[in-house]
């Protein structure tokens, strides 16, 4: 298209990673003219960098009870949403059915383990108290100095870089225009109502509706009222096993980090937990307290091969929790960030809650993941 031209489509979606693809091909299957706007290529943001983990039992807080039930409602959509997600792309989004198994290192660990247990269980969520010779009956790989464990069979993986080829096959077939490298530079507005989208290059795209799901970025995109949304810095590994699978075949989860099997011989070992702005920088201190904290409960990590070192950027709320749906000060404007580390998990129901209000048939959002819970507050 040439410079200065004038396109139109019925919605916009302003970020091409795993929500903003899965907005999407839900939008187009609803009949929507969609067009994904994507500054550098899909996926290329969090979502490359992400786990993949499907965890709202080892994720709970007492304090997010609200997340945690957006959460088991997206984990029990997610063998549905892949089934259908690998029927409409011909592609495998590489869902992983094993659990998971949360343990501890030492008496501190373990005495907070077990608070960990009585939160879950007066919860009502699928956990079992493991003793250690349990656990490495179940994990065999593990350490023999491990203290204790939980079971949670109901905590799963994908594999987020599947899911995004997945997702972007569905909607192109689905109808949806997906542009990468094509940098969004302002939303336009009229009276209170989004009117068109300006690219970098001069080129307009003419608009009904505006997904803003850019993730860590979806702050700073010019024209949008302000949201308390910072990026907090997550550096990872990508490990493989020369043998081949049979490691680990459940995820391992422990304080300040976490193992995840793919199931084909690699693991993601991740990740830090940083305040560091929009800092992508990967650290040998981050990666060595990483191996180290692994090494210690799964020893066999460390003749893993390292096949890659990323760092990236999780989108972050005040209260943890996503903003999802209509943004009330500006008509035709619809959010879909802040997942913080359950961006893979909710991408099911994220999808489902978006795409219900751009066609105006959807139940009323929870108040708990409006964007109107920040009225006020700044980042």
């Not at 939160?119 to 350490?143: I, N, Q, W």
């Not at 209170?192 to 803003?212: C, K, N, P, S």
């Not at 990508?238 to 049979?246: E, F, V, Y």
């Not at 209509?326 to 998990?345: D, Q």
């Amino acid at each position: 298209m040439a410079q200065n031209a004038t396109a139109t489509s019925d919605v916009a979606v302003i970020g091409g990673g795993v929500i903003g693809l899965a907005i999407a091909w839900r939008a187009a299957q609803r009949g929507l003219s969609v067009c994904v706007l994507e500054r550098g290529e899909l996926g290329a943001g969090a979502s490359r960098v992400a786990a993949g983990m499907l965890a709202p039992v080892t994720e709970a807080d007492a304090g997010e009870l609200a997340l945690l039930k957006l959460g088991l409602r997206s984990a029990r959509a997610w063998p549905a949403f892949a089934a259908e997600l690998a029927q409409a792309a011909g592609a495998d989004p590489g869902l992983r059915s094993s659990g998971a198994l949360v343990v501890a290192r030492d008496r501190d660990e373990a005495e907070a383990l077990e608070r960990e247990l009585a939160l879950r269980v007066e919860l009502g969520l699928d956990v079992e108290r493991l003793l250690p010779s349990a656990a490495r009956r179940l994990e065999p790989a593990l350490a023999p100095t491990v203290r204790l464990a939980l079971d949670v069979p109901g905590d799963h993986s994908a594999d987020p870089r599947a899911v995004v080829l997945a997702l972007a096959q569905a909607a192109r077939h689905a109808g949806a225009t997906l542009r990468t490298g094509t940098k969004v530079e302002r939303v336009e507005r009229a009276r209170g109502q989004v009117t068109a989208i300006g690219l970098a290059g001069g080129e307009t795209l003419r608009v009904d509706r505006v997904v803003a799901a850019a993730g860590a970025w979806s702050a700073a995109i010019d024209g949008l009222p302000p949201i308390p949304l910072r990026p907090v810095k997550g550096q990872i590994l990508r490990l493989r096993d020369p043998a081949g699978p049979g490691l680990l075949e459940r995820i391992v989860r422990f304080e300040g980090g976490y193992l995840v099997p793919r199931g084909d011989g690699r693991y993601v070992l991740g990740a830090t937990m940083e305040e560091r702005g929009f800092d992508t920088t990967v650290t040998a201190g981050g990666l060595y307290e990483l191996l180290r904290d692994a090494g210690e409960l799964v020893p066999g990590v460390h003749e893993l091969v390292v096949e890659e070192i990323s760092a990236g950027l999780r989108p972050a709320t005040p209260d943890n929790a996503p903003l999802l749906g209509p943004a009330g000060e500006l008509e035709g404007l619809h959010w879909a960030t802040g997942h913080h580390r359950n961006g893979i998990l909710l991408a099911p129901v994220s999808a489902d809650i978006v795409v219900d209000g751009l066609v105006g048939g959807g139940a009323e959002l929870p108040a708990a993941f409006a964007a109107a819970r920040f009225d006020g507050v700044h980042a």
